[in-house]
């Protein structure tokens, strides 16, 4: 069992960087592929980037590449998403999920957290 706790939603400008983070519980946090999916309303969750439970591979949908990270920190159960040139299309309710197969569908991910609000203005 994992439990997800995202933060550092808000509202900011286009342009503007934001870093969301998300820590877990449970002592086998390595294990899981952790991802991040968004859901703008009226729109289906969409997967926005993924990181293995080593930490060494990365993935990202191409509408964020080059302008989001992810990263984590095994010995402390979070993982981030550093946001940067943020645009008013990236307003959604982020989460983050846990995963032990896959990593750009959200059916393998088995664990999410509550999920957190990014608008960007224009």
């Known amino acids: 069992q994992v439990q997800l706790v995202e933060s550092g939603g808000g509202l900011v400008q286009a342009g503007d960087s934001l870093r969301l983070s998300c820590a877990a519980s449970?002592?086998?946090?390595?294990?899981?592929?952790m991802g991040w999916f968004r859901q703008a309303p009226g729109k289906e969750r969409e997967f926005v980037g993924a990181?293995?439970?080593?930490?060494?591979?990365?993935y990202y949908a191409d509408s964020v590449k080059g302008r989001f990270t992810i990263s984590r920190d095994n010995a402390k159960n979070t993982v981030s998403l550093r946001m940067n040139s943020l645009k008013p299309e990236d307003t959604a309710v982020y989460y983050c999920?846990?995963?032990?197969?896959?990593?750009?569908?959200?059916?393998?991910?088995?664990?999410w957290g509550q999920g957190t609000q990014v608008t960007v203005s224009s």
């Open positions: 990181i293995i439970g080593n930490g060494g591979s990365t």
């Open positions: 999920a846990a995963s032990v197969s896959g990593y750009s569908d959200y059916r393998f991910y088995a664990y």
């Open positions: 449970g002592r086998t946090f390595s294990r899981y592929t």
